[in-house]
């Protein structure tokens, strides 16, 4: 790793851990897109958990909201719809004070707008189980079987396409290729022009400067044409018998033939988000985590049966959404704390999954961990991940696959991370693969 971005680093961490303390309690923000990026925002959550953990902040750049930080409360405001309500938006999105004036917040998964516009996401039920069960199929164990061996040679097909002894970037060239090619399968998205999905991906949950585009004006041509691809999908799809790919199941399900483009367009940017970010920022970061724990990369080398739960323990250490937020519908005494009705009230998975009365040494990455699947990153209840098996599946396979022809990927330099407070993953991964098996 270059020295200097390693001491700018190590200082940025020392300052907000600093900042975490020193702050009084009363104004305390853990939301930071910079701390995120920096990977200095464990502290915020680390001093929550010891001395709050149902928190107040009353103003940040995301306005007020409730701060849940402890894995059992998590559990109790994930699993109670009835109170903590998705139809008001599953984000913080930030105040519009804050917001460039030529920006506006289109309607998107961690906006909110209304019953016959959301994606199931941004839904209680009904609406919510209705349209989840209309797409569930594509994602259950008999679809993922038919699935697995397309993914296995994709993956090998990719893993065989990389340099040898040359610096790339693991993110562009594995990660992003692999879960937009699964995305398109699941989609049947004209393959060649799959990297349309990676950048539509990229401009939903990217800051300014961070993705494909710079201003909003940028933003929305892009978001406008990705709508009119997919409306032309559907109009395909419409006018073909029923089909299994997702298009088709949204455009023939009786839960959502009769959508609104604008809901059938807020479905589709649910699944692009859900299906591509998150299983992408895991698979770079399964490289990180054991690259920065050589011991666990050498015992997963020998025991390449530790492979799935290797995938879990990434899953719960990378935490790919670092929360999902609900609004109170009415007041609700929590843990002793008023949280009052129309309070914005967010669950931080991220800290959760850190939590020592729940899981033993949690900051430690460790693949043999008893019970890997103990984590909170793909949520609980009605919401909980509806792809949650098919992002192992993807993991499970290119792991496979990398064993068997790469005795090491080695990171060059600390990556570049994410600047967000909800997607916490990796812009780019620089790494080399010295030679083959
Ligand atoms: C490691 C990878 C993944 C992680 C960490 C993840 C995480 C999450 C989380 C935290 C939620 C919300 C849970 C809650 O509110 O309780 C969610 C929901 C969802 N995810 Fe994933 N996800 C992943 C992969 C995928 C994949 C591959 C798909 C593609 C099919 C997908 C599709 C969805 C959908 C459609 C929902 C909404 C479910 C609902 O509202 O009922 N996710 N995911």
Same mark, same amino acid.
């Not at 990719?158 to 060239?173: K, T």
């Not at 004006?217 to 997919?230: G, I, N, T, V």
């Not at 859900?274 to 895991?282: I, L, Y």
């Not at 793909?378 to 790469?406: D, S, Y």
């Given at each position: ?16 851990? %600093?900042?975490?303390?020193? =702050? ?44 849940? &930080?402890?894995?059992?409360? *998590? ?8 109170? !903590? ?8 999105? $930030? +105040?519009?004070?804050? #917001?460039?004036?030529?920006? !506006? ?14 994606? !199931? ?19 259950? $164990?008999?679809?993922?079987? &038919? ?46 022009? %799959? ?9 939903? =949950? ?71 970010? =998150?299983?992408?920022?895991? *698979? ?15 015992? #997963? ?5 530790? @492979? ?28 002793? +704390?008023?949280? +009052? +009705? ?24 460790? *693949?043999? %961990? ?13 919401? %909980? ?10 993991? =499970? ?12 990927? /080695?990171?060059?330099?600390? $990556? /570049?991370?994410?600047?967000?407070? !909800? @997607? ?7 790494? @080399? @693969?010295?030679?083959?098996?």
């Amino acid at each position: 790793m270059a020295d200097g971005v390693a001491d700018i680093l190590s200082d940025k961490r020392a300052l907000a851990r %600093r900042r975490a303390y020193e =702050t009084p309690l009363e104004t305390l923000n853990p939301a930071w897109a910079s701390a995120f990026r920096d990977d200095a925002h464990w502290p915020y959550f680390e001093r929550l958990r010891a001395e709050d953990p149902v928190h107040w902040t009353p103003d940040s750049n995301y306005g007020a909201f409730w701060s849940i &930080t402890k894995y059992h409360d *998590i559990m109790a405001v994930d699993t109670n719809h009835q109170v !903590f309500s998705s139809a008001l938006g599953i984000g913080l999105p $930030p +105040k519009a004070s804050v #917001l460039p004036p030529d920006a !506006f917040l289109e309607r998107e998964i961690d906006a909110g707008g209304s019953e016959d516009s959301n994606s !199931f996401i941004n839904m209680d039920p009904p609406g919510h189980d209705i349209q989840r069960k209309t797409v569930s199929p594509v994602v259950a $164990p008999a679809n993922l079987q &038919t699935m697995a061996p397309v993914i296995r040679e994709r993956a090998g097909a990719i893993l065989d396409s990389l340099p040898i002894g040359e610096p790339f970037d693991w993110v562009d060239l594995v990660s992003k290729e692999l879960t937009t090619m699964t995305l398109a399968t699941l989609f049947d998205f004209p393959f060649e022009e %799959r990297r349309k999905l990676t950048m539509w991906s990229d401009t939903m =949950t990217t800051a300014p400067g961070h993705g494909p585009w710079n201003t909003y004006a940028e933003r929305r041509q892009l978001l406008a044409d990705c709508r009119a691809y997919f409306i032309d999908l559907w109009n395909q799809r419409v006018n073909a018998p029923p089909a299994g790919d997702l298009i088709s199941m949204l455009a023939h399900g009786p839960a959502t033939r009769g959508s609104s483009m604008d809901q059938y367009f807020s479905n589709v940017t649910l699944l692009i988000i859900g299906g591509n970010d =998150t299983t992408r920022n895991t *698979i770079s970061g399964s490289i990180f985590a054991l690259n920065r724990n050589p011991d666990q990369y050498a015992k #997963l080398r020998a025991n390449p049966e530790l @492979i799935p739960s290797m995938v879990s323990e990434t899953i719960r250490w990378q935490t790919p959404l670092a929360h999902m937020a609900r609004t109170a519908l009415q007041d609700f005494e929590f843990r002793g +704390k008023q949280i +009052k +009705k129309g309070d914005r009230v967010v669950m931080w998975y991220v800290s959760g999954n850190r939590d020592d009365e729940v899981i033993d040494n949690p900051y430690a990455y460790l *693949i043999d %961990r008893p019970h890997p699947r103990q984590h909170l990153s793909f949520g609980f209840g009605i919401h %909980r991940c509806v792809g949650n098996r098919l992002a192992e599946l993807q993991l =499970t396979i290119i792991w496979e696959e990398i064993l068997k022809r790469f005795p090491d990927i /080695r990171l060059l330099e600390e $990556p /570049r991370r994410s600047y967000s407070i !909800f @997607i916490k993953g990796y812009e780019q991964m620089q790494v @080399i @693969i010295p030679s083959r098996n």
